[in-house]
């Protein structure tokens, strides 16, 4: 079992950056594929972002592509989203997603591949 605890959603104005925090439990961090997806009200949920389980391979929607970054520190069995110039279409709640791929080497975008799921973090951007 893993359990994932995201933090770092708010409040921010067009423009602004944001950064989502995610940790995990558990021994075997590094086996996961880990991944961010977001649901705006009334949408289906959407890719984001995905980070291999060496942190060597990542994957962005073309939506954040340029402006997010998804990166790992498997020492701290955490995931992170760092978001800049956010824009009001990026309001979202943000969930983290674990996949147990242990090659450390894939990256996956596809919600049902992945197995277990934070409760989300909201993320509102003004106008």
């Known amino acids: 079992q893993v359990q994932l605890v995201e933090s770092g959603g708010g409040l921010v104005q067009a423009g602004g950056s944001l950064r989502l925090s995610c940790a995990a439990s558990g021994r075997t961090f590094s086996r996961y594929t880990m991944g961010w997806f977001r649901q705006a009200p009334g949408k289906d949920r959407d890719f984001v972002a995905a980070?291999?389980?060496?942190?060597?391979?990542?994957y962005y929607a073309d939506s954040v592509k340029g402006r997010f970054t998804i990166s790992r520190d498997n020492a701290k069995n955490s995931v992170y989203l760092q978001m800049n110039s956010l824009k009001p279409e990026d309001t979202a709640v943000y969930f983290c997603?674990?996949?147990?791929?242990?090659?450390?080497?894939?990256?996956?975008?596809?919600?049902?591949?992945?197995?277990?799921w934070g409760q989300g973090t909201q993320v509102t951007v003004s106008s």
């Open positions: 980070i291999s389980g060496s942190g060597g391979n990542t």
């Open positions: 997603t674990a996949a147990f791929r242990p090659s450390g080497l894939t990256v996956v975008t596809t919600d049902e591949a992945y197995t277990y």
